[in-house]
């Protein structure tokens, strides 16, 4: 139960956010733009552009899934709306609050809105805030 309470708590682990701009998952707050840093360059131009994906978060009614995340090594499964694929499961898990499943999609920005469906592997999830407590 204890892997389960930062999913629901809408926290990130290291190995939730690799490949993944600070922008994109609502963490520009703790980056120290007066300090130099690696890649600071390539962040400033993503600033000014915009992020181009985002991180929402997903219920399923089914307490009987598989469903690989990025948090488990694997590339994550695709999420589908309208036959498109419009992003990756980052995280994903069983919460004992909700009693249902719950989880993360890095999606293109703007691609869903919260209760929306979208189709992962053969199941229906329904988009929702990060935020599962």
């Known amino acids: 139960m204890v892997w389960t309470l930062p999913t629901e708590a809408g926290l990130y682990y290291m190995r939730d956010l690799m490949h993944i701009n600070p922008l994109e ?3 520009e707050r ?26 929402v978060g997903f219920t399923m009614e089914d307490a009987d899934v598989r469903i690989n995340g990025k948090n488990l090594g694997s590339p994550g499964a ?12 980052s ?22 809105k919260e209760g929306m469906q979208v189709k992962i592997k053969s199941y229906d999830a329904i988009i ?6």
């Open 25 to 27: 998952v609502g963490l």
């Open 78 to 89: 695709p999420v589908y709306v309208d036959g498109e694929e419009i992003g990756r499961v």
């Open 128 to 133: 929702t805030e990060k935020y599962f407590l």
């Open 30 to 55: 703790g980056i120290g733009w007066e300090k130099e840093f690696i890649g600071k360059e390539a962040l400033l131009q993503s600033k000014e552009q915009g992020a181009l994906r985002e991180m």
């Open 91 to 112: 995280k994903f898990n069983y919460s004992y609050v909700q009693e249902k499943c719950v989880g993360y999609i890095l999606a293109k920005k703007g691609a869903v």
